[in-house]
């Protein structure tokens, strides 16, 4: 039985993407240089034996018949299909059984052709089974040939004792190797699966942010339009009075279209630190929706690109909500460094939420309060939220989010 035969069945391997798998395909056993090179001797071997007892003398119609039943067992095997399962534990015992039998046979070979024969034997098996199968071999034939006490083949104990010891120390670094990709596929799976729930909930913010935002607009145009219609057929000048509110509010709505856009964007790094790029975010808030924002932060913030990001969606999420909602003609933006925790403030002077009081971010949840996508990332952060509101005079968001150094 050659190793190709039986090594991708009789010791299976998870056939997951891996990390390397999603860059070259489904996970599989590599090609093993010196496993096919053992298939190629097989052959070779069983016919020196053959050739062996052919010129013997005198000649045994028993040891020509096992030599030949194993010339063609090796062609057979060079060219099958993968074995599996109980056929691939058949092929291991054939291959055990004809060592055995061409060890015992009257006429012996040289001590070479057969420690050749069971460096392939026991080299198939490394190649196709686990270390149980390994020992086991080695184990038998040891024994057997401590039994038989052959003094053609003095010696041959100690070179299977020596291949076979060297065999299961290279069978158990297989299994490991097995057992490492293995972790590998799980952790790849665990990823995939972060990254589907990262997906889902990223669409799930978007429709949010959709429908709280153009969605909400484009109803109230709608319905503008329809009064605007019914004036005109009445009073003209009304109706003229009426559409010019309309385009002041396309303008806004096209104002807001333009911030959910941005608020859709990831972050620009450049490499910059978390407080250079949240003034900027500041600063380009400020001039595409009109509101004077005064920032005040620390110097450089260093941290990784992940939390900067993360960091510098959720402050891009709450300007956001205050251009749509808070009716605010000015904000303040703070950011300080405490410790290993980043705090975070906005302030704005608008027209506040609709509830009133102090509420942290298990209490916004469970009362289903506040920005949905907001707490999901400060959720997503491990960060402390509190947020205020004063109905008619603006609300107040404190972020505190615990960061590594970059």
Aim: glycine residues 6%; hydrophobic residues 45%; contains cysteine.
């Amino acid at each position: 039985m050659t190793p190709d035969s039986y090594s991708h069945s009789a010791r299976p391997i998870p056939a997951e993407d891996s990390l390397i798998g999603s860059l070259t395909g489904k996970l599989s056993l590599p090609d093993i240089p010196w496993a096919r090179y053992l298939c190629l001797s097989r052959p070779v071997l069983a016919a020196a034996f053959l050739l062996l007892q052919l010129v013997a003398s005198p000649l045994s119609a028993t040891a020509i018949a096992v030599t030949a039943a194993f010339l063609i067992y090796s062609l057979f095997t060079a060219f099958s299909k993968p074995l599996s399962g109980n056929r691939a534990m058949a092929g291991l015992l054939a291959d055990t059984v004809f060592f055995l039998l061409l060890a015992a046979m009257p006429v012996a070979g040289p001590l070479l052709l057969y420690s050749i024969l069971f460096l392939v034997l026991i080299g198939s098996t490394v190649a196709g089974f686990h270390s149980r199968e390994v020992i086991l071999v080695s184990v038998v034939c040891l024994l057997f040939l401590v039994a038989l006490r052959k003094p053609q083949l003095d010696g041959l104990e100690n070179t299977v004792a020596a291949l076979g010891l060297f065999a299961c120390a290279a069978s158990m670094r297989v299994r490991q190797h097995d057992r490492a990709i293995a972790a590998l596929n799980r952790k790849a799976a665990d990823w995939r699966d972060a990254e589907a729930r990262a997906r889902d909930l990223e669409r799930q913010k978007i429709a949010d942010d959709f429908h709280d935002g153009p969605l909400q607009c484009l109803i109230s145009f709608q319905m503008r339009l329809v009064v605007l219609r019914r004036l005109l057929e009445r009073d003209r000048e009304a109706g003229m009075t009426e559409l010019q509110m309309l385009q002041d509010i396309s303008v806004r709505q096209l104002r807001e279209l333009r911030s959910f856009v941005r608020s859709m964007r990831p972050p620009e790094l450049d490499g910059a630190s978390l407080s250079v790029s949240a003034r900027r975010l500041a600063e380009t808030f400020q001039k595409e929706a009109g509101i004077p924002v005064a920032f005040d932060g620390d110097g450089p913030i260093e941290t990784s690109p992940e939390i900067t990001g993360d960091i510098l969606q959720m402050i891009g999420e709450a300007l956001n909500n205050v251009h749509r909602h808070a009716r605010a003609t000015r904000v303040a933006v703070s950011m300080h460094k405490v410790g290993r925790n980043v705090q975070i403030a906005i302030d704005d002077n608008g027209a506040g939420f609709s509830f009133s009081g102090s509420y942290t971010l298990d209490e916004l949840e469970l009362l289903r309060l506040g920005p949905v996508s907001l707490k999901r990332r400060a959720r997503s952060l491990s960060a402390d939220v509190v947020l205020e509101s004063k109905p008619g005079r603006g609300s107040s968001l404190r972020i505190r989010v615990p960061i590594s150094p970059a």
